[in-house]
């Protein structure tokens, strides 16, 4: 009867082990599907990153762009006025 009781103490031990394994399993595999996760969103803030930069940079282009044209319009318009204020004060003076 001893010997049963052994047996039956030492299959308790083991199915306790056994439990405890298959809890500390089951917690790993969560913590690799979370951390898949992170890994995961992370990469696709890097792509939405390289994506938002690609952006920045052609809206810099365009702004640089339309200030030389802004520069180049503000010349022509100081010239139009210069000849205008020479062909009506020429035309004073007469």
């Known amino acids: 009867m001893a010997d049963t009781d052994k047996l039956g103490q030492a299959f308790d031990r083991f199915d306790a082990a056994l439990r405890q394994f298959d809890a500390a399993l089951s917690r790993r595999n969560q913590s690799h599907a979370r951390l898949a996760a992170v890994a995961a969103e992370a990469e696709g803030l890097k792509r939405e990153n390289a ?18 044209t802004g520069i180049k319009a503000a010349g022509k318009i100081d010239t ?6 020479a062909v009506l004060h020429s035309n004073s003076v007469e």
């Open 51 to 68: 994506a938002m930069k690609a952006d920045m940079k052609k809206v810099t282009a365009k702004a640089d762009d339309l200030a030389k």
């Open 80 to 85: 139009a006025m210069s000849r205008i204020r």
